[in-house]
Nanobody
Framework: VQLQACGGGLVQAGGSLRLSCAAS????????MGWHRQAPGKQRELVAS???????NYADFVKGRFTISRDNAKNTVYLQMNSLKPEDTAVYYC?????????WGVGTQVTVSS
């Protein structure tokens, strides 16, 4: 599966961004789609995930601020990020798989200025 993410950029604290990620290739195998992020000097961490049935999972640090959604017809997953904080600054990676991340896209940079 190939994953193409877009939507990153520079935003002020309190602002919003929407990331999107389109899957192509062997998409019939995709159940899980999600987003991880990695800040400089830190480990990659889960942000949010969703399954084809609509089950979602969020990291505690984004609950109430970020929303993951999915368009199964378009094989696209979205991450709406509101109330952004400087600590949300990271490279965000889209991923997809059956029960968890298997295929990864090229990351997109999100920078939140204070």
């Amino acid at each position: 599966v190939q994953l193409q993410a877009c939507g990153g950029g520079l935003v002020q604290a309190g602002g919003s961004l929407r990331l999107s990620c389109a899957a192509s290739g062997s998409i019939f195998s995709i159940n899980y789609m999600g987003w991880h992020r990695q800040a400089p000097g830190k480990q990659r961490e889960l942000v949010a995930s969703t399954t084809v049935s609509g089950t979602t999972n969020y990291a505690d640090f984004v609950k109430g601020r970020f929303t993951i959604s999915r368009d199964n017809a378009k094989n696209t997953v979205y991450l709406q990020m509101n109330s952004l904080k400087p600590e949300d600054t990271a490279v965000y990676y889209c991923n997809a798989g059956v029960m968890g991340p298997r295929d990864w896209g090229v990351g997109t940079q999100v920078t939140v200025s204070s």
